[in-house]
């Protein structure tokens, strides 16, 4: 049954059409004809995790579990590893208590070695047993664990009862002695929400908002008793749940994550309070239609235009790129 629905999950991201929309295009920058720089000395290093990551770029959750995961995670993690950046794996619920089911994940360790970052992921209801597993698995750096009610509520056979998942995180972040990362998977992460995290101990936040992968669209498109299709635009976009989630102390690290596809989604999302970002769906379609080069090309063209808009925008490194100044317009504006 989870096998088949990871596959159903893939095989409907891509049939997906609906266009949601990250409000990131409401976010102006401001051109910077005298860059007193040289492309080649643009440095987009950066610390997550206390590793140093050659880019801020994170491959972020999507599969793991079976025989064409593994060849997925085969390669993302040789992505992750020739772009020195982290990679996080898909749900581990599938090998938990299925030693065969852990090939597909060990593979993302393997390719990476041990001075990359690979991140583990399970939902936020995991007990502490399952946690300390998901991370022995495959080394894990961090533990993500995903908050997602909206796709649980459109699954079939989805959970229904979201009692108690916040003192369960707590009990985690208490006892785990590795970094705990919540996310979101596409419906974003309000400030009130961010607010409750940060006060039971959690540092990391990926806010994952909608404009990006939609799973209500996904889940919808696996049966066809309820219509959700009215729901579609449901969520908090990217560039709003980032933008709130920063006003809480400087001590949480925000991912941006949701709709991120081009160099200046990156940017945008790094001067509006990111530290790093995360891409899911948009790799993995470059993979799946043009395979291993394809997705290569796709990051290396995202990295030469990120260093070129950070020439036009004058900021040599990303610490000066965080702080770059903007503006904020239309929809964006009336709803911050
Ligand atoms: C995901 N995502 C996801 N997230 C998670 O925490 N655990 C998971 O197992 C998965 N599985 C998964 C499968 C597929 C096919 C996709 C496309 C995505 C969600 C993902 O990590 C991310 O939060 C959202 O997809 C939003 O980012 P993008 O896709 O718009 O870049």
């Not at 992505?79 to 065969?100: R, Y």
Request: charged letters at 25%; proline letters at 2%.
């Amino acid at each position: 049954m989870r096998e088949r629905r990871k596959k159903e999950h893939i095989e409907n991201y891509l049939r997906t059409s609906y266009k949601g929309d990250t409000l990131l295009g409401d976010i102006f920058l401001e051109h910077n004809s005298l860059p007193n720089l040289n492309l080649q000395d643009i440095d987009t290093k950066t610390i997550f995790l206390g590793k140093t990551v050659d880019y801020p770029i994170i491959i972020n959750a999507i599969t793991g579990g079976s025989d064409f995961s593994w060849e997925i995670n085969r390669d993302l993690s040789q992505l992750a590893k020739e772009f020195n950046i982290p990679m996080a794996v898909g749900s581990q619920t599938i090998a938990l208590g299925n030693e065969e089911n852990r090939e597909s994940f060990k593979i993302v360790r393997e390719n990476i070695g041990e001075d990359g970052i690979v991140i583990s992921n399970l939902n936020a209801q995991a007990s502490m047993e399952d946690v300390k597993t998901a991370l022995e698995i495959i080394d894990g750096d961090a533990i993500q664990l995903h908050l997602n009610p909206a796709q649980e509520l459109v699954m079939k056979e989805g959970d229904r009862n979201f009692r108690g998942i916040l003192d369960n995180i707590g009990n985690i972040v208490k006892n785990i002695d590795k970094p705990v990362i919540i996310k979101e998977v596409g419906f974003g992460i309000s400030k009130e929400v961010a607010e409750k995290l940060y006060n039971i101990g959690v540092r990391t936040i990926d806010v994952s908002g909608s404009g990006g992968t939609n799973f209500i669209e996904i889940e919808d498109i696996r049966y066809n008793d309820i219509d959700f299709s009215d729901l579609y635009s449901w969520g908090i976009p990217t560039a709003l749940t980032l933008i709130k989630c920063r006003e809480l102390p400087k001590d949480l690290t925000l991912i941006a994550s949701g709709g991120i596809r081009e160099s200046i989604d990156i940017v945008k999302s790094l001067v509006i309070g990111g530290n790093m970002v995360g891409i899911s769906g948009e790799i993995l379609s470059y993979l799946l239609h043009g395979g291993y080069d394809n997705a290569k090309e796709y990051l290396e063209e995202v990295i030469h235009k990120l260093k070129v808009i950070m020439v036009l925008l004058g900021k040599q490194n990303i610490e000066e790129l965080r702080g770059t100044s903007y503006k904020v317009t239309g929809k964006l504006k009336e709803l911050i």
